[in-house]
């Protein structure tokens, strides 16, 4: 069999958690964390390694609270996803406080991970169905055909993502008739509305479909993705100018212009799990009382490792 790896992005601030790692906040019967599901149904699936991206400064936390734990369960490792990681000759712009974004933090791994491997959020709770279907695609698929990568996608209903607590942001996708992604925009401010979502546009309030497929940061990738991470990343950095302090290296972005220029194709995998995560202190309730029904309905194992 294949090796797999799962990487999950845990370097995030969490400044809309009141200030505190939510990545780290314990919302199982036993005082489990989101990763701790997440791990449990990637292994399960057939996963065989867990990369943990963090800050250098948590990582005492992370094995305190997870890394340590898991440890004993699968195989665990750790990159560092750190403002001042670039490339020669580039520099941090004075001001700059956060890293530069989901695209970076992948690009963290590369002299770690050399197998073809999913990417998820520290602070979402995905569902078994996404793991297991990418999974699949990652261990049957070749890789890469005629210089293209063969990508994959799990595709969430964006009604199945929405908070109920503030405005979300979501990769909004086009999806062909094969299955095929054509495009990912991401889409900020969406919100739950009578009707099911809107977004702003100017001073507007947009409708948008609850049906539509959307990313949610869950990606399947081959190990020579990274690569193209690499060099894209200084294509970033060479054209930034007014936005130097607040400009990111978002994943959804980086795939889309792959898949527009025929370097890449990405199969949408649909799933209809419900979504939810710690987006705000005021979800953290309702994850802690979903994941506690998800038990009782035997899902999950009241111990989970």
Not at 9 to 35: D, T, V
Not at 163 to 184: I, K, P, Q
Request: aromatic residues 10%.
């Amino acid at each position: 069999m294949k090796n797999t790896t799962l990487v999950i992005m845990a370097a995030g601030i969490g400044s809309r958690f009141g200030g505190g790692i939510k990545q780290l906040a314990p919302i199982g019967p036993n005082g489990e964390i989101i990763m701790d599901y997440s791990i449990f149904d990637a292994k399960e699936a057939g996963f065989n390694k867990v990369v943990f991206v963090i800050r250098k400064d948590l990582e005492r936390d992370f094995m305190e609270v997870i890394g340590n734990r898991i440890s004993k369960v699968i195989d665990v490792e750790y990159a560092f996803q750190e403002i001042d990681d670039l490339p020669k000759g580039f520099s941090v712009p004075e001001g700059r406080a956060k890293p530069w974004g989901t695209g970076q933090a992948i690009l963290a791994c590369k002299d770690i991970v050399k197998e073809p491997f999913i990417v998820i959020n520290a602070d979402d709770y995905y569902g078994k169905d996404a793991f297991v279907k990418l999974h699949d695609f990652l261990v049957n698929e070749d890789m890469i055909v005629d210089s293209k990568y063969n990508m994959a996608m799990a595709g969430f209903i964006l009604g199945n993502t929405l908070s109920d607590n503030g405005a979300v942001t979501r990769g909004v996708c086009e999806v062909d008739e094969n299955g095929m992604l054509v495009e990912v925009n991401e889409t900020g401010g969406i919100v739950k509305t009578e009707t099911g979502a809107a977004h702003p546009v100017g001073d507007e309030m947009v409708a948008i479909s609850p049906d539509k497929h959307v990313s949610m940061n869950m990606w399947g990738f081959p190990a020579e993705f990274l690569n193209e991470l690499e060099g894209r990343f200084v294509e970033f950095l060479s054209s930034l100018s007014d936005n130097a302090l607040k400009a990111e290296y978002l994943l959804p972005g980086i795939v889309d212009e792959l898949v527009k220029s025929k370097k890449a194709t990405v199969k949408v995998l649909e799933t209809k799990d419900k979504w939810f995560g710690v987006t705000y202190k005021e979800d953290k309730q309702f994850v802690i009382d979903s994941i506690n029904k998800l038990v009782e309905d035997g899902v999950y194992p009241k111990q989970l490792f």
